[in-house]
Every structure is written in C-alpha cells, then in structure tokens.
C-alpha cells in the first residue's frame, strides 16, 4: 500500500538491486529466443498500459472505463505520422504521448464535472466516437484493417532492437510515474479518491486535480501505444474498441490495484496466460472471464494485494497490530463505511453528511451515484 | 473585536423545501460561537453554505470583509475557512500523517508537485499538528482503523492542516464517549485560546456548548431565533419553548 | 434523394430503434432496480437470437417455427439470467460498485465463448414467419412488412412495462426499491426477489430483443460487444433507469443512424456515437430524470 508516510519500502533504495535487475531485462534477448523477448516486450508495454490506468483508477478512484483510447490514440498518432505525413519516426514517438495527453484533456474536461457512472459513460461515448472515426476512415486511417508493416527506423527493426528501446522507455516510464505516486501529487489524488468532499474544503482544487491526472495517464498510455506500434508495427481500430479497455481494468485488478507493482504483475499474467493459451485453445475469452469472475469472488484485492497482506500479517504477527490496508478492510461490514464510497455502493443510501446539492459553484457532485 | 464572519439572511431551499429561511449570525475574531436548535432546524445546511458545500439563493456571507457566498469551497478554504463534518470524513485508506500532510501540502500550494517525494515536504508541521491533537503516537495507522472518536479528531487535526482562521465543526462529539468528549473540549478550548483560532460549532450536546460557547445562535426550522451570550439565550422564552423546555433546567 | 428513400431510410431507422428501446429498457430496468449495469445484457441479446436460430431450425419450416421461436428464446435467456442472478450476482451486491460491474464483465467473456462452443464462428440467419414476409406498399414506398411489426411490438413492449411497473403490485415495489430499497425492506419485503424478479424481466427483454432482431440480420459472435455499447450509452442519455428516457434515446439513436446513412453512408455509425456526444455535453445527466 502506498502512503506518504516515511517510506518503508528499503528493496527501492537498492541501486545495486536495480542495476542488477535492469541488466537482467536488457540482456534478455542475447539468451532468450524470440518468442520469449516478443513476450518480454509485450508484457512491458502492457504493464506500463495498465499502470497508466492505475494511476486514475487506483490511485485516483475515477472510474476510467475507456482507457485504451488513449493508447489507440498514441499508436495511430505514431503511425499517421509516419505514413501518411511522412515525418521522421522520431517525431512520431514523441507525438504519440503528446496526441494522448491532449486527448485526455479534452476527454477529461468533460468527464470530471460528472460522478463515477457518468464518468465513465461519457469516457465509453466519446471514445466509442473516436473508434467510429477510425474504424471508417479508411483513406486516413485504414478503416477496419489498420495499417500494417509501418516503416521503423534502422535499429528497430530487429526484434532485439526493438526490446531494448521499449525496455529502456517503459523502465524510465514506471519510474516517472513511481515518482509521481510519491510525489505530493500523488499524495493529493489518493486523497481526492478517499473523499473529494474533504479535499474540497481543505483547499484543493478536485477538479483540476483529477484532470491532471488524466492527462498524465492518457499521456503514458499514449507512450504505451508508441512502443507496441514500435513492436508490432501495426495498428488496428480495436484498440480503440472499449473491450480493450475493460481487459486492461482487469489486468489491474488481477495484479492489485492499490499497489504500484500491480498492474505490471497483472499484465504480465494476462499476456502469459493468453499466449499460452492460445496455443491450446481458441476460447481464451471464455478463460479470461472465469478469471475475472473468480478474482472478484476470492481475491479482490489481487495478486500483489494478497500477496503484501500475507507479508504484512507475518511482520505484525509479533507485536499484535492489526494488519492495516485495504485488503483487511474490505471483508468486514466497517470497510463499506471506511472506503469512502458509501455512495457508489449499492447497499447504501445516499450519504447522510449532505444534502442532495443540485448544482453549486465548485463542490463535486459526491452524492449522486 | 472585529467580525470574522457575518451570515445575513441566507436562504436555501432543496426542490421547494425551504432548509434555510432567513438565518443570521455573527462570528468575532478569537471567540467560540455555537449553533443549537433542534433537528432538522438547518444547521447543517448552513454550515454548508458558510463553508462553500452549497450556495445560497439568497443573503449575503461576508469573511474578512470580503463576500464569499459564490465562492467554491476551495477557494473558501483557501480564505481561511476551515471544516470538519459530521460524519467523519477522512483519508480512510492513507495514514493517520499522511491524512493531516494533504491539507499541509495543500496549503503550502504544493499539491500539484510532480516530481520530489512528498516526504521532503511539511513534515514538521505536520508532526506538531498531531501533537497538538495528540494523534503523534498514531502517526503510521492507517486512518480507516481508528475508533470513531479518534477519526473525528483526526478530521480536526486535517482541518488545522489549513492553517484556517475560522474552523467551523459540525457535531464535533457526536457518538463519542464522555472521556473521549472532555477532551475534544478541552482541544477546542486550546486551539482557541493558545492560537486565537475562531472556533464555531453546532452541537446537540448542551452540556458541551454551555461550557466552551461565548455566543450562542438558536435556530428553529430554518430561522435564527437568538444569538447571545449563554445565559441570555437560556432564558430567552421562544428558546425555552421550542427547545430547552425539555433539556435545560 | 427523393423522399421515398428517405421515408424509406426513417422507416428502417424506427423499426431499429424499436430494438433498441426492447433491449435498452431491459438494461435500464435493471439498472434502475438493482443499480447495477448489466455488461452481459449484450450477450443475452445475442444468445437469444442464437436460441431462436435453434428452435427455429429444430422446427424446420412451417409457419408456426419462426413465432415458436419468438416466444420461446426470451423465456430461454431469462431463465439462464436467473440462474446466474441467483447463484453468483446476488452475492455481490454488498460489495463496491464496480466489483459488480466488472463481474458482469467477466460473465460476458464467459457467455461469449460458450455462445461459440455451442454455435460455433459462423453466422446464422433467420427468415420471419411467412405471415411477415415481403413488403407492403405505404404512402408509395415499400416497407417490409417485419419492420412495420416491429414498430407495432415497440409501443407494445412500452405500454406493457408501464402496466408492469404502475398497475401491478410486485411492478410498484420493483420501483419503490429503486428509488429507496432500505425503505422496501423496513415494510418486511423482502428486497432479493424483487432484485431477482427485475433482473429476471432484464434478461427477458434482452431476449426479446435478440430474438425479434434474428430475422432481420445476420447472427453473429461480435453482436454483445455492439449493442451494449449502444445500449449503455442510450441508458445514460435518456436518464439512468429511466424506461421513457429509454424509448427518446432509441429514437434519436435509431433516426441518427438512418439520417447517417442518407448524408454520408460512410461515416453514418459516426451520427450517433456524435448525437450521444453533443447531449451528453449539454445534458451531462441525461435527457429525462435519472430514476434515482
């Protein structure tokens, strides 16, 4: 669980640890065969996909269901550039992040002035429109087939190539956004997700904040989508398509989402599991779903989340604290209460502390769900 | 004194159903005011109203001279207009330090920093403001285990992490024990002597308000009665009659 | 373009959101209800159109088949939502809002592959029933005459919810428990089969929409993933729950698409997804008032 408090995490201090593991990653394609270095590349971009989202959806508790617009974006943004403006891949990879972000404004400053359900339907609207674009215009964008066989420049080429430069980005990535987390920023968005009433008349602007906030996840996705155009060398509508979006929630929520690893964890699994599986079966949706399904009834709070209980409990067992965080929270009747969320939680009433406000000048509209 | 806080005939009503009708009050510098009045009198929502949650649709609410009734709650905040709920609103999943520390980095203009670990920032203040509170020895607990009692003073602890000129409590020892009340007051009672914090709080417990108040404010279905000092508003006969017949002696 | 073409267009257009409105409102009377959105309401379309492939061709091809089969497929599916209501969902309902919503997500994976195991890849088709067939002459244009049914059945399926929700006394309860499910349970009713009755008259409609569309289209694997997305983004502008906000944003759904397909053919998906945009962006909580 990630607070503010003087950090006790000490495997981050390690720069010798890093070093070592950072080695490890880029000397992958030296010794592993190809299928395993697509894998690793694939398994990067991902995470560094579903730890964008996490970043609003974790650590900011908006209800982002549309999320892969973002990187659909940031892979058309790199591909249009280079095939239909003809500029410099370089100038593309840059554009891709920056397509995003300015996206996740425009998308944003319409979906913060709503609440958790008409957030993310507003999100699924506007960007079910930019699919429809995509998926017809055939001319610009190649309509339904995409585009294929991008041009790259010389050293990504070669598949090894490729890793190393999508190994390099996505680490420096997840370290932009580790600091972010970290940063009072962060502090503030985990703040505004627990009661953005509270932070309202603490001073902070929500609004603002939370729009930041997806700026900086659309931005990162739109970098995740730079890097698997840089894999893959195509794009195709359906990442734009919301189903997409929804396998990267659940990547999340396998993983853990109130934890940084998590998302990363969680997509390594799902890409694993589904290259895997799709060698044996053509029914790995039927799988995903029975995992999804299964997480939600014995492991909410995910892989990571269980996993830093269990390690929380064995470290307190001795002095009899209770184990903190939001996985022992989340089973007993108080968490309801405690997560905050009691308007979002079909159980509860509305919340008591306020009346209905129809409209007012700046306070978020908590009550309605 | 001078006045911190004027309420001039505020109205609001929900969907036709008038919650305020013509409430006033006046707050000065470095006292302790409270509002009383039976349920559903409209203190909450007047609170709300002072505090940015809602606007009015009619009146006036001037703070240091300046009219603030458009005003967003954050920027009321930022006026020095400090808050607390009366359910305890907190940071339920962050720690007890880190709870106090976002209304700090917040005051300090620093919550959108991107970039430098949150650690570095406000610490000390944040520390001496849990001393303060006496919430120090808790500072790792994450604030969603807390006991009820412990929460709402946590909720005080965030709302000094404004550095507010006025804090305004709604039901500030509502569900507390009577241990856990006495000392509620007697923080209160500190806060407002030792840093001339302008303290001003609604409370249905008026063994609590008869001891802290300096001004009292009654209000009644949405209208203000009174407001005096406390033996005045004691004796004053429509008080007595919609709401102390029962309680007061 | 002449006006033939362009009542002709209209007359498709309304006959498709009448579809619309019959799915859309079952998603928005669970939604309503039970406040939860339904992401596998999509899948019970599709299976039910599947289900009415089945009975139809089990039948073989007389007359009766094709109406055995719009009658029987809605009851298959709202049985198969039942049981999965019962079994699995009732036991999240204390849980947060979006564990729920991301479990309808998994059960639509679920459906969607075992629509595939069962049917397989290809696409199917269905004809109406004889009496359906071909096209009558109105006003000098030739309009199918399934899709005058079609616009027959919608205002039908309205009326029928209305009597459902205003006239009887389980349909009152049902939107008591809408707006105030604690109260419900406090005067001793018991709150889980008024859930399950309204999730089970959902999956109906989804059903009935599924089966009612099967003749007038090809039966696919890809049909949940498109019509969810149109039937949530119709619930969220015609106002959460609402059954009259339901039936406005099928109409401006429906009549946008055809406007679409007779200005620019090419982008004419774009026209709704663009209408749903501009009345969310003036009307962020939708055109008619949210049930809650």
């Given at each position: 669980?990630?607070?503010?408090?003087?950090?006790?995490?000490?495997?981050?201090?390690?720069?010798?640890?890093?070093?070592?593991?950072?080695?490890?990653?880029?000397?992958?394609?030296?010794?592993?065969?190809?299928?395993?270095?697509?894998?690793?590349?694939?398994?990067?971009?991902?995470?560094?996909?579903?730890?964008?989202?996490?970043?609003?959806?974790?650590?900011?508790?908006?209800?982002?269901?549309?999320?892969?617009?973002?990187?659909?974006?940031?892979?058309?943004?790199?591909?249009?550039?280079?095939?239909?403006?003809?500029?410099?891949?370089?100038?593309?990879?840059?554009?891709?992040?920056?397509?995003?972000?300015?996206?996740?404004?425009?998308?944003?400053?319409?979906?913060?002035?709503?609440?958790r359900?008409?957030?993310?339907?507003?999100?699924?609207?506007?960007?079910?429109?930019?699919?429809?674009?995509?998926?017809?215009?055939?001319?610009?964008?190649?309509?339904?087939?995409?585009?294929?066989?991008?041009?790259?420049?010389?050293?990504?080429?070669?598949?090894?190539?490729?890793?190393?430069?999508?190994?390099?980005?996505?680490?420096?990535?997840?370290?932009?956004?580790?600091?972010?987390?970290?940063?009072?920023?962060?502090?503030?968005?985990?703040?505004?997700?627990?009661?953005?009433?509270?932070?309202?008349?603490?001073?902070?602007?929500?609004?603002?904040?939370?729009?930041?906030?997806?700026?900086?996840?659309?931005?990162?996705?739109?970098?995740?989508?730079?890097?698997?155009?840089?894999?893959?060398?195509?794009?195709?509508?359906?990442?734009?398509?919301?189903?997409?979006?929804?396998?990267?929630?659940?990547?999340?929520?396998?993983?853990?989402?109130?934890?940084?690893?998590?998302?990363?964890?969680?997509?390594?699994?799902?890409?694993?599991?589904?290259?895997?599986?799709?060698?044996?079966?053509?029914?790995?949706?039927?799988?995903?779903?029975?995992?999804?399904?299964?997480?939600?009834?014995?492991?909410?709070?995910?892989?990571?989340?269980?996993?830093?209980?269990?390690?929380?409990?064995?470290?307190?067992?001795?002095?009899?604290?209770?184990?903190?965080?939001?996985?022992?929270?989340?089973?007993?009747p108080a968490a309801v209460v405690a997560e905050g969320d009691g308007a979002a939680d079909p159980g509860a009433g509305r919340e008591a502390a306020?009346?209905p406000?129809?409209?007012?000048?700046?306070?978020?509209?908590v009550a309605r769900g | 004194?001078?006045?911190?806080?004027?309420?001039?005939?505020?109205?609001?009503?929900?969907?036709?159903?008038?919650?305020?009708?013509?409430?006033?009050?006046?707050?000065?510098?470095?006292?302790?005011?409270?509002?009383?009045?039976?349920?559903?009198?409209?203190?909450?929502?007047?609170?709300?109203?002072?505090?940015?949650?809602?606007?009015?649709?009619?009146?006036?609410?001037?703070?240091?001279?300046?009219?603030?009734?458009?005003?967003?709650?954050?920027?009321?905040?930022?006026?020095?207009?400090?808050?607390?709920?009366?359910l305890?609103t907190?940071?339920p999943?962050?720690?007890?330090?880190?709870?106090?520390?976002?209304?700090?980095?917040?005051?300090?203009?620093?919550?959108?920093?991107?970039?430098?670990?949150?650690?570095?920032?406000?610490?000390?203040?944040?520390?001496?403001?849990?001393?303060?509170?006496?919430?120090?020895?808790?500072?790792?607990?994450?604030?969603?285990?807390?006991?009820?009692?412990?929460?709402?003073?946590?909720?005080?602890?965030?709302?000094?992490?404004?550095?507010?000129?006025?804090?305004?409590?709604?039901?500030?020892?509502?569900?507390?024990?009577?241990?856990?009340?006495?000392?509620?007051?007697?923080?209160?009672?500190?806060?407002?002597?030792?840093?001339?914090?302008?303290?001003?709080?609604?409370?249905?417990?008026?063994?609590?308000?008869?001891?802290?108040?300096?001004?009292?404010?009654?209000?009644?279905?949405?209208?203000?009665?009174?407001?005096?000092?406390?033996?005045?508003?004691?004796?004053?006969?429509?008080?007595?009659?919609?709401?102390?017949?029962?309680?007061?002696? | 373009?002449?006006?033939?073409?362009?009542?002709?267009?209209?007359?498709?257009?309304?006959?498709?959101?009448?579809?619309?409105?019959?799915?859309?409102?079952?998603?928005?009377?669970?939604?309503?209800?039970l406040r939860v959105?339904?992401?596998?309401?999509?899948?019970?379309?599709?299976?039910?159109?599947?289900?009415?492939?089945?009975?139809?061709?089990?039948?073989?091809?007389?007359?009766?088949?094709?109406?055995?089969?719009?009658?029987?497929?809605?009851?298959?599916?709202?049985?198969?939502?039942?049981?999965?209501?019962?079994?699995?969902?009732?036991?999240l309902y204390q849980r947060e809002h979006l564990m729920l919503?991301?479990?309808?997500?998994?059960?639509?994976?679920?459906?969607?592959?075992?629509?595939?195991?069962?049917?397989?890849?290809?696409?199917?088709?269905?004809?109406?029933?004889?009496?359906?067939?071909?096209?009558?002459?109105?006003?000098?244009?030739?309009?199918?005459?399934?899709?005058?049914?079609?616009?027959?059945?919608?205002?039908?399926?309205?009326?029928?919810?209305?009597?459902?929700?205003?006239?009887?006394?389980?349909?009152?309860?049902?939107?008591?428990a809408?707006v105030d499910r604690e109260m419900?349970a406090?005067?001793?009713?018991?709150v889980?089969?008024?859930?399950?009755?309204?999730?089970?008259?959902?999956?109906?409609?989804?059903?009935?929409?599924?089966?009612?569309?099967?003749?007038?289209?090809?039966?696919?694997?890809?049909?949940?993933?498109?019509?969810?997305?149109?039937?949530?983004?119709?619930?969220?502008?015609?106002?959460?729950?609402?059954?009259?906000?339901?039936?406005?944003?099928?109409?401006?759904?429906?009549?946008?698409?055809?406007?679409?397909?007779?200005?620019?053919?090419?982008?004419?998906?774009?026209?709704?997804?663009?209408?749903?945009?501009?009345?969310?962006?003036?009307?962020?909580?939708?055109?008619?008032?949210?049930?809650w």
């Amino acid at each position: 669980m990630v607070t503010v408090a003087p950090p006790r995490a000490p495997a981050v201090r390690r720069p010798a640890a890093w070093l070592v593991a950072a080695a490890v990653v880029l000397a992958a394609p030296a010794v592993l065969p190809p299928f395993y270095v697509y894998l690793g590349a694939l398994v990067l971009v991902m995470g560094l996909l579903a730890a964008s989202l996490n970043l609003v959806l974790g650590y900011g508790g908006l209800y982002q269901f549309h999320h892969g617009v973002f990187y659909g974006v940031g892979a058309y943004a790199l591909a249009l550039t280079i095939t239909r403006l003809g500029w410099p891949a370089w100038v593309g990879i840059l554009l891709g992040p920056l397509a995003a972000a300015a996206a996740g404004w425009a998308i944003g400053v319409f979906c913060v002035r709503l609440t958790r359900l008409y957030f993310g339907m507003l999100q699924i609207s506007l960007g079910s429109l930019l699919w429809a674009v995509a998926l017809r215009w055939y001319p610009v964008t190649g309509g339904d087939n995409g585009i294929h066989g991008i041009p790259l420049p010389a050293p990504l080429q070669t598949l090894s190539g490729a890793y190393v430069f999508i190994a390099v980005t996505a680490g420096l990535a997840f370290g932009a956004l580790w600091c972010i987390v970290r940063s009072p920023f962060g502090a503030t968005l985990q703040a505004i997700r627990d009661n953005p009433q509270r932070c309202q008349v603490v001073g902070i602007d929500v609004r603002a904040h939370q729009l930041l906030a997806i700026v900086l996840a659309a931005g990162f996705a739109g970098l995740a989508g730079v890097l698997y155009v840089v894999l893959e060398r195509s794009v195709f509508p359906t990442m734009l398509f919301w189903v997409l979006s929804l396998e990267i929630f659940v990547m999340c929520l396998l993983g853990g989402w109130f934890t940084f690893s998590g998302p990363l964890v969680g997509a390594a699994l799902i890409v694993v599991l589904r290259a895997f599986a799709g060698r044996h079966t053509e029914y790995w949706t039927l799988i995903l779903g029975t995992i999804l399904i299964l997480l939600i009834f014995f492991m909410p709070e995910g892989v990571m989340g269980f996993v830093g209980e269990r390690l929380r409990a064995h470290g307190r067992g001795a002095v009899g604290r209770r184990s903190a965080g939001p996985a022992a929270g989340r089973g007993t009747p108080a968490a309801v209460v405690a997560e905050g969320d009691g308007a979002a939680d079909p159980g509860a009433g509305r919340e008591a502390a306020t009346p209905p406000a129809a409209d007012d000048a700046g306070g978020t509209e908590v009550a309605r769900g | 004194m001078a006045e911190l806080l004027r309420v001039e005939d505020v109205h609001k009503a929900f969907d036709g159903f008038p919650a305020v009708r013509g409430a006033h009050l006046s707050v000065e510098a470095g006292r302790v005011v409270a509002v009383i009045g039976p349920n559903g009198a409209g203190k909450t929502t007047l609170f709300n109203l002072i505090t940015g949650v809602l606007t009015p649709d009619r009146g006036r609410i001037v703070f240091a001279g300046e009219e603030i009734g458009r005003l967003p709650a954050h920027l009321r905040c930022r006026r020095g207009l400090g808050r607390t709920f009366q359910l305890a609103t907190i940071f339920p999943r962050l720690t007890v330090f880190a709870n106090v520390q976002v209304a700090v980095l917040a005051r300090q203009g620093r919550s959108r920093e991107l970039l430098r670990p949150a650690a570095r920032f406000g610490v000390e203040e944040t520390r001496a403001i849990l001393e303060v509170t006496g919430l120090l020895s808790r500072a790792d607990e994450v604030a969603g285990t807390l006991s009820h009692g412990d929460q709402r003073i946590l909720e005080i602890a965030i709302a000094l992490g404004s550095r507010p000129r006025l804090l305004v409590l709604d039901e500030p020892t509502a569900g507390m024990s009577p241990e856990e009340t006495a000392a509620t007051i007697g923080l209160i009672g500190r806060l407002a002597r030792e840093s001339g914090l302008t303290v001003l709080f609604c409370e249905h417990d008026m063994d609590v308000v008869f001891s802290v108040a300096e001004s009292i404010m009654v209000m009644r279905q949405g209208r203000t009665i009174v407001q005096d000092a406390p033996e005045a508003v004691r004796r004053h006969p429509e008080v007595q009659e919609a709401y102390l017949g029962a309680a007061g002696a | 373009m002449d006006l033939t073409a362009v009542t002709s267009q209209l007359l498709v257009g309304l006959s498709r959101a009448m579809i619309l409105f019959i799915v859309t409102a079952g998603l928005s009377f669970v939604l309503g209800v039970l406040r939860v959105p339904n992401v596998f309401h999509g899948s019970l379309y599709m299976l039910g159109a599947f289900v009415a492939w089945t009975v139809a061709a089990r039948l073989g091809e007389g007359p009766g088949s094709l109406w055995a089969a719009l009658l029987l497929a809605p009851l298959v599916v709202a049985a198969v939502g039942l049981v999965i209501e019962r079994t699995l969902l009732a036991r999240l309902y204390q849980r947060e809002h979006l564990m729920l919503i991301l479990f309808t997500f998994g059960v639509m994976l679920v459906l969607n592959d075992l629509v595939k195991l069962t049917w397989g890849p290809d696409y199917r088709s269905v004809v109406p029933p004889p009496a359906l067939q071909g096209a009558v002459v109105v006003a000098g244009v030739a309009v199918p005459r399934y899709n005058l049914f079609l616009l027959a059945v919608g205002p039908v399926v309205a009326a029928a919810l209305w009597l459902f929700t205003h006239r009887t006394r389980v349909g009152k309860i049902a939107r008591a428990a809408a707006v105030d499910r604690e109260m419900v349970a406090v005067l001793g009713i018991d709150v889980s089969r008024v859930f399950a009755l309204a999730f089970l008259v959902g999956c109906y409609l989804a059903g009935l929409g599924g089966a009612l569309v099967a003749p007038t289209t090809s039966i696919t694997l890809g049909m949940d993933h498109t019509i969810i997305i149109e039937a949530f983004l119709i619930v969220t502008i015609g106002g959460l729950g609402n059954i009259w906000g339901a039936l406005v944003g099928s109409l401006l759904f429906g009549i946008t698409q055809s406007v679409g397909l007779l200005v620019w053919p090419q982008f004419a998906i774009v026209f709704p997804y663009l209408a749903v945009v501009l009345v969310l962006l003036v009307r962020p909580t939708g055109l008619l008032r949210s049930v809650w």
